[in-house]
C-alpha cells in the first residue's frame, strides 16, 4: 500500500476529476509531492492517465488554496477558526430565517460537490438538515434532459443507458468528444483505445458533429451536422428504419409501448425533408440508418452537444428510440444499465425517485421546474425580485456559476444583493468572491476516495478505495462540516453531529434490509467509510454482514490497492423499468408535444453563424486554470473558425475576434480551422478569470474570455428547463486594435 524509503512513500489511489476514474502512484516526500505517475496495476484503468491526474499535486500544493475558513467585510477576507466561522454562520443565516422562513433560502451544488468522498455521500444530507426547499444545480446545464428522459422512458432518472463500446460493432458519438472530455455518463478507462479496438476487429466508428474533434479524426466517418438538428436527424434515422423494414425490438417488444406513435411520428420525416435543416445530405444520413440497422450490435451515444442544445430532450429522447428499435438496447454490445458494486443512489442522492415530472412553477417567471429543479437562469430572477417567497440567502457548493451557467452579469448583481451567501469551496473565484462565508473543502489528497458516479455509468462493476495521502489533524472531516453546516441552516444548530450520523445510517440500513444492530455492531468507523461500508455489503457483491461469507466488504478494497473489478455488465430486462406500466414509454405525449417546436425550427431561416462549445484537456470546466502547468504555453481560449468564415470577417490567424450574441459579448484570438463546419464557431467555456477579488493568481494572469456572456438567459430547451450552450447565434468581427 505505502512503500517508505526514507521520508518518501508512495500512495496508490484514484483521481476524481472524471469518469475516467484513473489510477495513479503518488510520491511524497515529507509533506510534498514530488511525483505522480499512472498506475499499471490499477485494475479498471491499468496505467491510462491525462495531464489532470499527473498534476494534482500542484493542485493540492496551490497557494491559492483555502485552507482555513474564510470571512468577508467589504473586500476584506479574513481567515478564521473553524468555530468562530461555524459561529459566524449562525449570524449569517439568523438575517433571514427567523424572518422569512426557509423558502428565502437557496442551494446551489455544482459539479465538484459531486467527487469528494464526503461531499457525494453528505450533499442530500446537508441540504435535508438545511431543510432547503430551493435546489439550483449543474445538472440543468448537463444531462437532465437525459434524466427527464430515462424518467419518462425506464420510470427512473439515474437509469441511463451507457454504450457497449467494447463489445459493439458499430460506434456512433454524436456530440460528444471523449477525446478531450474522456467520456461522460459514460465510464471507460480509455475510449480512444476501444475505439482503435473496434476498427481493429473489423467495427466503425462514426462522429457526428460540428467540429472534427480529435476524436473525429480517429474515426471512420465524420457527419458535419449543423448545431441544434440532431432530434430532426435521428427522425430521419428512424424514418428509414421503418422504410426499410429494419425496425425489430426483439426482446423488448413484450416490455414496449409507443411503437406506433412513433413509427407515425418517424414518417413524417424522411432524410430529404430534414437535410437542408440538418446541413447533411439525405443520402449521408440514410447510409448511417442503413449501417445502424444493419449492423450486427451499435451503441449509438449522445452526450452534451445533444442535451445543451435547444431540442436537449428531443435529441435525447431519440438516442434511446434509435437504440430500442433496432433492439440495441440492453443488450450486448449495444446500450447497457450498469450493475453497481457499491450503488449509493437510493442512500444518499439528492434526488428522489419517485418524484412527479413537473414539480412546480417559479415564482417570478412561472418557469416549470422539471424533476425538482428549476433552470438556472430562475436563480437571479429569484434573488433579485421583491415580494413574498423572495431568495435571501444561498449556499453553493462545489459551483462557479459565474462562469458556467448563462445570465452571469445579473447573476453577480443578484448574489451582491443577498442578505447572506455561503460557499463551499477551494478557492475565492468568481462566484464565491460574492459569499460572507467560505467553508474550505478539503483537497482530493487529504481524503479518501470511491468514486461514485464514475461506477455508476461503467458497464464493469467494480470499485476502488483511495486511502488519504495526508491526514488534517487540524480540521473536521467533510461530512461533519456538511452536517454541522446543515443543522445550522436547518435551524438546528445544537443537535449532536454524531447521533445525527447514526440515526443517518440507521435509516440506510432499513433501506437496504440490514439489520441495524448487525451493521452498527460490524461498522467500527462512522462518516462516509461506514455508508460505502454499507452500499458494498448490501450491494450485488457484498456480504451483507456476514450472511453471504464469500462476499466483499470495504476491508477488502482497504487491503487490495489495486481495486477491483468483479463483472462485465449483462442485460438487466425489465427489473430496471419503473413505470407506472412496467413498460418502457417509448413515445410519452412529454416527447411527442415539443415535436411541433422542431417542425417549426424547420422552417425559420438559419443563423448564418452559430456557436458551439468545446473541452480541452488541460481543464475542469473553470478550475483548473489556476495550475500552471496546465495553462502555460499559448493562449488556449480561443475561437475556432473555418477559412471561408475567416475570409469573409477579415480575420487571419491570431487576429483578436468580437463575438456577439442576443446577451453579450467577448474577445478573443481566432484559430483558423478546417476542421470545423462552415457557419459555426467554437469556444471553451470556463475562462473568464478576470473578476475583481477573485483570487486566483496564475489564472488571473491568463484569464481568457467567459463564453457564457454569450449564452442568453431566456434560451433553453423548454421540456427539461436545461441551459443552451451549443447553437447560439453569433456574430462575428475583427476586434479594432
Ligand atoms: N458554455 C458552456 N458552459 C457550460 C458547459 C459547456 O459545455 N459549455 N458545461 C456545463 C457543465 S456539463 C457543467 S457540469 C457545468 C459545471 O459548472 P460548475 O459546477 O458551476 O463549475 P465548475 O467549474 O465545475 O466549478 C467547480 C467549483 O468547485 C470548486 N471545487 C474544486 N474542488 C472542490 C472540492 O473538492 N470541493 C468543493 N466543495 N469545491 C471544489 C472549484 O473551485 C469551483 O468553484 O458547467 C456547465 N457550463
Ligand atoms: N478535460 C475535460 N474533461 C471533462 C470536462 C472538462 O471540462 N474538461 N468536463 C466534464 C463534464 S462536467 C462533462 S458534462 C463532460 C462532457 O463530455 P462531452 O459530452 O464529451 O463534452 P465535450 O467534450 O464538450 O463535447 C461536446 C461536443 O459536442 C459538439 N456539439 C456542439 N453542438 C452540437 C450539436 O448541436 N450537435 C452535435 N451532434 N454535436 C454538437 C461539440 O462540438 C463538442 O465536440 O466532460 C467531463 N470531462
Ligand atoms: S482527469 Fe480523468 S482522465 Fe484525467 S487523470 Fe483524472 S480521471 Fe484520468
Ligand atoms: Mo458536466
Known amino acids: 500500500m505505502e512503500g517508505a524509503a526514507g521520508s518518501e512513500r508512495v500512495v496508490k489511489r484514484v483521481c476524481p476529476f472524471c469518469e475516467g476514474m484513473c489510477g495513479i502512484a503518488v510520491t511524497v516526500v515529507d509533506d510534498t509531492v514530488v511525483n505522480i505517475r499512472p498506475d499499471t496495476e490499477n485494475a479498471w484503468s491499468q496505467g491510462h492517465v491525462c495531464p489532470k491526474g499527473i498534476m494534482l499535486g500542484e493542485v493540492h500544493h496551490d497557494p491559492d488554496r483555502l485552507l482555513s475558513p474564510m470571512i468577508r467585510t467589504g473586500d476584506h477576507w479574513a481567515s478564521v477558526t473553524w468555530d468562530e466561522a461555524f459561529a459566524h454562520a449562525e449570524r449569517l443565516v439568523a438575517r433571514v430565517l427567523p424572518k422569512h422562513g426557509h423558502g428565502a ?124 438538428t440532431d432530434a430532426a436527424f435521428l427522425l430521419a434515422v428512424a424514418n428509414v428504419l421503418f422504410a426499410e423494414n429494419l425496425v425489430a425490438p426483439a426482446h423488448l417488444t413484450p416490455i414496449l409501448n409507443g411503437l406506433e406513435e412513433v413509427r407515425e411520428l418517424a414518417g413524417r420525416f424522411p432524410p430529404e425533408k430534414v437535410e437542408a435543416f440538418c446541413g447533411v445530405s439525405a443520402g449521408e444520413i ?145 462566484t464565491t468572491r460574492f459569499a460572507d462565508l467560505i467553508f474550505p473543502a478539503p483537497s482530493v489528497l487529504e481524503q479518501p476516495h470511491w468514486d461514485v458516479y464514475g461506477w455508476a455509468f461503467a458497464l464493469k462493476s467494480g470499485g476502488h478505495y483511495s486511502p488519504t495521502v495526508f491526514e488534517r489533524k487540524d480540521r473536521p472531516e467533510e461530512w461533519q462540516v456538511l452536517t454541522r453546516l446543515g443543522t445550522i441552516l436547518g435551524g438546528e444548530p445544537h443537535l449532536d453531529l454524531d447521533e445525527l450520523d447514526d440515526e443517518y445510517f440507521a435509516a440506510m440500513c432499513d433501506v437496504r434490509g440490514i439489520d441495524r444492530a448487525v451493521a452498527f455492531a460490524a461498522s467500527p468507523h462512522s462518516g462516509p467509510e461506514r455508508i460505502l461500508d454499507l452500499a458494498i455489503r448490501s450491494g450485488p457483491f457484498g456480504d451483507r454482514y456476514g450472511e453471504r461469507p464469500e462476499g466483499l466488504t470495504l476491508q477488502n478494497f482497504k487491503d487490495d490497492p489495486r481495486g477491483k473489478v468483479v463483472a462485465d455488465a449483462t442485460p438487466l430486462g425489465s427489473s430496471v423499468l419503473n413505470t407506472a406500466t412496467g413498460k418502457i414509454e417509448m413515445a410519452h405525449p412529454h416527447f411527442l408535444a415539443d415535436v411541433d417546436r422542431l417542425e417549426a425550427a424547420m422552417t425559420e431561416t438559419p443563423s448564418p453563424m452559430v456557436l458551439v462549445s468545446r473541452r480541452q484537456l488541460g481543464s475542469l470546466n473553470s478550475w483548473l486554470h489556476n495550475v500552471d502547468s496546465l495553462v502555460r504555453g499559448k493562449n488556449r481560449c ?47 467555456h470556463g475562462w473568464g478569470h478576470d473578476a475583481p477579488g477573485a483570487r486566483l493568481r496564475v489564472a488571473g494572469s491568463r484569464p481568457g474570455a467567459n463564453s457564457n456572456l454569450l449564452s442568453p438567459r431566456d434560451l433553453r430547451d423548454p421540456a427539461s428547463g436545461n441551459a443552451v450552450f451549443n447553437g447560439i447565434p453569433v456574430r462575428v468581427s475583427k476586434a479594432d486594435g
Not at 462562469?403 to 453577480?412: D, K, N, T
Not at 475567416?646 to 446577451?663: C, H, Q, R, T
Not at 453579450?664 to 483558423?672: F, N, R, S, Y
Open 638 to 684: 480561443t475561437l475556432y473558425i473555418h477559412p471561408a468564415d475567416a475570409v469573409s470577417a477579415g480575420l487571419k490567424e491570431g487576429d483578436f475576434a468580437v463575438i456577439e450574441s442576443a446577451s453579450g459579448a467577448v474577445t478573443v484570438p481566432v484559430e483558423v480551422q478546417t476542421q470545423i463546419r462552415p457557419g459555426v464557431v467554437s469556444l471553451p
Open 105 to 228: 433560502i437557496a442551494g446551489y451544488i455544482g459539479n465538484m460537490s459531486a467527487k469528494g468522498f464526503g461531499s457525494a455521500r453528505y450533499a442530500g444530507r446537508f441540504f435535508a438538515l438545511g431543510k432547503i426547499p430551493n435546489i439550483y444545480s449543474s445538472s440543468l446545464t448537463d444531462q437532465h434532459p437525459k434524466n427527464v428522459v430515462c424518467h419518462l422512458m425506464y420510470g427512473a432518472m439515474w437509469r441511463i443507458p451507457i454504450p457497449d463500446l467494447d463489445r459493439t460493432d458499430l460506434f456512433v458519438v454524436m456530440g460528444a468528444n471523449p477525446a478531450a472530455s474522456k467520456g461522460s455518463i459514460f465510464s471507460h478507462r480509455d475510449v480512444l483505445g476501444a475505439m482503435r479496438d473496434l476498427r481493429a476487429r473489423g467495427g466503425r466508428v462514426v462522429v457526428v458533429d460540428p467540429v472534427q474533434t480529435a476524436t473525429a479524426q480517429k474515426a471512420d466517418q465524420w457527419i458535419a451536422i449543423r448545431p441544434g
Open 286 to 430: 440514410r447510409g448511417l440508418a442503413l449501417e445502424i440497422g444493419r449492423a450486427k450490435r451499435a451503441a449509438v451515444y449522445g452526450r452534451i452537444g445533444l442535451c445543451t442544445q435547444s431540442f436537449g430532450t428531443l435529441s435525447s429522447w431519440l438516442i434511446e428510440v434509435i437504440a430500442i428499435l433496432t433492439g440495441n438496447l440492453d443488450r450486448i454490445g449495444g446500450s447497457l444499465w450498469s450493475t453497481q458494486l457499491a450503488d449509493h443512489q437510493d442512500l444518499t442522492a439528492p434526488y428522489s425517485t419517485d418524484i412527479p415530472l413537473v414539480t412546480g412553477k417559479s415564482r417570478v417567471s412561472g418557469t416549470t421546474a422539471f424533476l425538482g429543479q428549476l433552470p438556472i437562469a430562475c436563480l437571479a430572477e429569484e434573488i433579485d425580485t421583491p415580494g413574498e417567497g423572495q431568495l435571501r440567502g444561498l449556499v453553493t457548493f462545489g459551483a462557479n456559476p459565474m462562469l458556467s451557467s448563462p445570465g452571469a452579469e445579473r447573476l453577480g448583481d443578484a448574489f451582491g444583493g443577498l442578505d447572506f451567501m455561503i460557499s463551499i469551496d477551494n478557492y475565492i473565484n468568481e
